[in-house]
């Protein structure tokens, strides 16, 4: 089980994405596993505004997007929204020198499920690696493989 952010998943679904990229090899991984993967609710929305950015600044087209949009659909992530990690957040984010409150969302879940967070903001790895559960797609797939 891990919990994904949207900087993953973008990764993964973006029309000009790298197939051979760790997140592909990741969720591939997962894939056959058979892994469940999760995030929280405000998921969907943070992709498919990143994807518009794309779209905005004419990085892919309004087809590419849409495709990629339903890509990320249907990717198999269970989404939550629970209080609790709400409340987590805040908490975190107070204490992190005022981070991202979306951010800390993820890494509330994290916390909660006593699973790892994997993602591509190396900000939120940096700020928060004495915690031990942020972690980058390719020390993912380095901690699968050990």
Same mark, same amino acid.
């Given at each position: 089980?891990?919990?994904?952010?949207?900087?993953?998943?973008?990764?993964?679904?973006?029309?000009?994405?790298?197939?051979?990229?760790?997140?592909?090899?990741?969720?591939?991984?997962?894939?056959?596993?058979?892994?469940?993967?999760?995030?929280?609710?405000?998921?969907?929305?943070?992709?498919?505004?990143?994807?518009?950015?794309?779209?905005?600044?004419?990085?892919?087209?309004?087809?590419?997007? %849409?495709?990629?949009?339903?890509?990320? =659909?249907? @990717?198999?992530?269970?989404?939550?929204? &629970? !209080?609790?990690?709400? +409340?987590?957040?805040?908490?975190?984010?107070?204490?992190?020198?005022?981070?991202?409150?979306?951010?800390?969302?993820?890494?509330?879940?994290?916390?909660?499920?006593?699973?790892?967070?994997?993602?591509?903001? %190396?900000?939120?790895?940096?700020?928060? =690696?004495? @915690?031990?559960?942020?972690?980058?797609? &390719? !020390?993912?797939?380095? +901690?699968?493989?050990?």
């Amino acid at each position: 089980m891990a919990i994904v952010d949207a900087s993953v998943v973008v990764e993964l679904v973006a029309p000009d994405a790298d197939d051979a990229a760790p997140v592909h090899v990741l969720f591939d991984q997962w894939d056959q596993a058979g892994e469940v993967l999760h995030a929280p609710a405000m998921l969907p929305l943070e992709v498919m505004n990143a994807l518009l950015t794309g779209l905005r600044r004419g990085r892919w087209d309004g087809q590419a997007a %849409d495709a990629a949009a339903g890509f990320a =659909a249907s @990717l198999p992530i269970s989404l939550h929204d &629970e !209080e609790r990690d709400q +409340h987590r957040a805040w908490e975190l984010a107070r204490r992190y020198d005022n981070h991202p409150i979306y951010d800390m969302l993820y890494v509330a879940m994290a916390q909660r499920l006593r699973e790892p967070l994997i993602t591509l903001d %190396d900000k939120l790895r940096r700020r928060l =690696a004495h @915690l031990g559960l942020v972690f980058r797609p &390719e !020390e993912a797939l380095k +901690h699968n493989t050990d």
